[in-house]
Structures are given as structure tokens and as C-alpha cells.
């Protein structure tokens, strides 16, 4: 049907130019510009109301791609409208969640029952999209009654020092990744001692689980993300440049306990950031739920 369109109205507009050589050149000027306002106009109208069947099958890529592209357009304008679900909060950036992960459709945000916390539902295939917390794990290495910090050489927190730690992937353990991370990030082999500490951070979404372990070999060197690996004393630790307050708390809880005089707890706590902080803003918190065991 659009290719109809477009042949018709092209062989409409050569009709009605001069057909002699000395406007050979303005023809073909005008062909080009009828060619572009034909896409245009085709782009405005058809995309708007353009149905694809069901049983029709398109790359995934492309599917959805008149409602998705039409959405886009008109976001600015829907962005100030005013619904019920608009002044229901929750936890993460589900206003953000604009289409389906799954089919493309757009999502609507609202409550579904039984529950409790808004969420981005899609408006075609009714599937909700559910936001969960990322599990970042590491290890505080002990060595020579020392303990290993890499600067990072990425943002957030450039140049600033932290424990090799990093984020959980599929199909593998918490304790399994943070030997992974550990390797990654300062090229060190490493042997799990026991858990150290869990804390949640619920205002980013995140749980850190760090565990102690020990150098299979007194050998390390930068990874790809760290511009230096150290060793620091207890009384060296650079505690006014650490990355983030989770490596604030937890380097502050085993130098309590080491200067305690008694082994590594595990300890459990929950971080609370100040809405607004940066995560390089490494004192605006509050430690609170601490139990240790």
C-alpha cells in the first residue's frame, strides 16, 4: 500500500514538470524533495495508525517500533499530566520504566492488587516489571596484619580507595563472585576465611556482602579497573578517601575489632544514605539494625 503511494504521487509529479532536456536537472531536484515530503508525511500519518497482525512476523527489533517511536515523540507533553498513580511513590525509578522489557508495549504505573508498592505494568501483555536489589560482593584481605585496597581507576569515586568488590553475576555465588572481583580488580588469588559483613544500603537498591579472606600467594598488581593496589596498616587506612560509606563502615568495624583484641565478627547492618548524596559523599549516613555475632 505505501509503495503504491509512493509511485503514484512520483509519477504525478514528473507528469507535471517540463519534460525537455534544459530542465533535466530541476526535474530531478524536484523528484528528490517530492521523495522526502513523501516520507514524511508517510512517517506523521501511517505510523499513528498503522495495525500490524498478530499473525505477522516481524524482527523483535522492529515489532513495536510505531508505538514505541510515537511514545517517544509525545513524552514530553504526557510528562506533565497528572493521574492517580503519578503521586504513589515507591522504592527504585519505576516512573522511569517507560516500555515492556519483554514485548516493547508501553507500561502504565499503577498498584496491582495484592500489593503494596507501584509498579510499571505493560498494557499489552500485562506482564509487571519487578525491581529488585543488586547484590555487590568483595573481599577484605588480610596479610601481615595488613589489609588490600585498590584505587579506581573508574567512576563513581575516581581515584579513591576501596576493597575489591563489584557486582554479583548470574550463576554464580556470593562467595565465588567476590574471588572473581577480587582477580578482576587486583589480580590476587585468593582463599575465603568466612563472612564478614553484610549491609544494605535500601535508598540505592544495593546489599553488599564482603567476606574476609586471606593472599594465596603475596602477589597483586592493578586490574584493568584499579590504578594502584596497596597494602595498608590498620593505622594507615585512608578512611577520608574511601570510595563509598560501605567501605567506610566496613573498615571501621574490623579495625574495632581487631584493636578489640578479639577475631572478626559477622556483622549486619543497615546503611541509611541522606536522600540527594552523591556515592562519593561518603559520611552522609547513618549506620542503624547493627548486630554482630
Given at each position: 500500500m505505501i509503495t503504491t503511494v509512493i509511485m503514484m504521487l512520483k509519477l504525478k509529479a514528473i507528469e507535471i514538470l517540463p519534460s525537455s532536456s534544459a530542465f533535466?536537472?530541476?526535474t530531478q531536484h524536484w523528484k528528490h524533495r517530492i521523495r522526502i515530503r513523501i516520507r514524511i508525511r508517510i512517517s506523521q500519518s501511517f505510523f499513528s495508525s498503522l495495525s500490524i497482525p498478530s499473525s505477522f512476523s516481524l524482527h523483535p527489533s522492529f515489532k513495536h517500533f510505531p508505538s514505541v517511536a510515537m511514545a517517544s515523540l509525545s513524552s514530553t507533553s504526557n510528562d506533565s499530566s497528572s493521574s492517580p498513580s503519578s503521586s504513589l511513590h515507591s522504592a527504585g525509578?519505576?516512573?522511569?520504566?517507560k516500555f515492556?522489557?519483554?514485548?516493547?508495549?508501553?507500561?502504565?504505573?499503577?498498584?496491582?492488587d495484592g500489593e503494596e508498592r507501584l509498579r510499571a505494568i505493560c498494557t499489552t501483555c500485562g506482564k509487571i516489571a519487578y525491581q529488585n536489589p543488586k547484590m555487590v560482593v568483595g573481599c577484605l584481605i588480610e596479610h601481615d596484619n595488613k589489609v588490600l585496597l585498590c584505587k579506581r581507576k573508574i567512576?563513581?569515586?575516581?581515584?579513591?580507595?576501596?576493597?575489591?568488590?563489584?557486582?554479583?553475576e548470574?550463576?554464580?555465588?556470593?562467595?565465588?563472585?567476590?574471588?572473581?572481583?577480587?582477580?578482576?580488580e587486583a589480580n590476587a588469588d585468593v582463599e575465603v576465611i568466612s563472612p564478614f559483613a553484610q549491609l544494605?544500603?535500601?535508598?540505592?537498591?544495593q546489599t553488599y556482602i564482603i567476606f574476609l579472606a586471606k593472599l594465596r600467594?603475596?602477589?597483586?598488581?592493578?586490574?584493568?579497573?584499579s590504578s594502584e593496589c596497596k597494602l595498608f596498616s590498620l593505622d594507615e587506612i585512608p578512611f577520608s578517601s574511601l570510595s563509598f560509606s560501605s567501605m567506610v563502615v566496613t573498615l571501621n568495624l574490623y579495625v574495632e575489632d581487631m584493636k578489640a583484641g578479639r577475631n572478626p565478627k559477622f556483622h549486619y547492618g543497615t546503611i541509611n544514605k541522606r536522600p540527594g548524596t552523591s556515592p562519593s559523599d561518603i559520611d552522609a549516613f547513618t549506620l542503624e539494625d547493627h548486630m554482630q555475632s
Open positions: 533535466a536537472a530541476t525509578d519505576v516512573q522511569k520504566i515492556c522489557q519483554w514485548c516493547g508495549g508501553t507500561t502504565k504505573h499503577d498498584i496491582p567512576e563513581p569515586s575516581y581515584g579513591l580507595w576501596t576493597l575489591p568488590a563489584g557486582y554479583l548470574i550463576g554464580e555465588s556470593a562467595m565465588e563472585g567476590a574471588i572473581r572481583e577480587t582477580r578482576e544494605d544500603i535500601p535508598l540505592i537498591g600467594k603475596p602477589h597483586f598488581s592493578p586490574g584493568s579497573e
